[in-house]
């Protein structure tokens, strides 16, 4: 992978230097902008639910919440949702709730509920959908501790429910590697630190580079356990599940690529699969049903 590419455009000289760029940021806004895509990610859950439910999903659990973004988004779809978001965390919650839930005004805000709490507690209502995003889950790096959460996350859906995981992997997610994407003024950067083969655990970060020169470096940092999709269907199979679909990313045209798209040559059109041809990364959904 490259290295920031000259973009940078030096300090701030003088006496009364204005904070820099990294000094203003806030870590919780960019990794919105970075790294969520609500909005796409609902449009598909509705519809796989819909053709495995043959009915509208309304309530919502969103596991590993943060700032509650997808619970927001998802009120605002339909007035008749509901969402309950969990996290450990209760700065990044209460982030949410004032950056997110208030803003969305009262009647959204009345069908959010926040709880501070671990994922695997079991004193929460039954819900129609349960969605744990961006690899969150991975930070239960056993099987013992991964089926724990799985036969919550069962209990927690509703018998005609769904529970939907993303999961990345492919040869690039056991390197040592940075990738970065490049926004209007910062450049994102996901550095894979360290990799061990011995029990699959990875310590990942992202770092924000300004084009001021300043950095927010580890403005998050992850350390998981490299699950494989096979290792999950197995485990939930077991947590109770009885069906696991995998959702894998269509190959699209090459004169119709596009750029936002999450792996190169993908089209962003996720497709129900059992076989596939290998890739160097590869992101996918994975959709359990009780
Ligand atoms: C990768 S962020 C996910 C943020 C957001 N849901 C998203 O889709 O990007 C992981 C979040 O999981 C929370 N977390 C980690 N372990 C948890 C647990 N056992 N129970 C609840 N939340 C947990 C952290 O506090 C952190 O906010």
Redesign the pocket.
Known sequence: MGKHKGKHKGKHKGKHKRKTMAQRADRHAL??QT??A?EADIEFFEKIFEQHRGRKALSLR?????????STIWCQSDKNRTALG????KD?LDWGRERNIEPAGVDVANRVRLVC????SNEYEQVDMT??????YC??QTRKALLE?FKVARKGVKDDGMFVVELYGGMEAIQEVEDEREYDDFTYVWEQEKYNPIDHTTLCHIHYVFDDGSELRKA?T?DWRVWTIAELREIMEEAGFSRVRVYWEEVEDEEDSDEDSDTLGGSGEYVEVEEVENQESWLVYIAAFA
């Open positions: 990794y919105q790294v969520q609500p969103e596991d590993f919440c943060g700032t509650a973004l997808f969990i996290d450990l965390s990044t709490g671990d994922v695997r969605v744990a995003m961006n690899f969150s930070v239960f959460y998050f992850y």
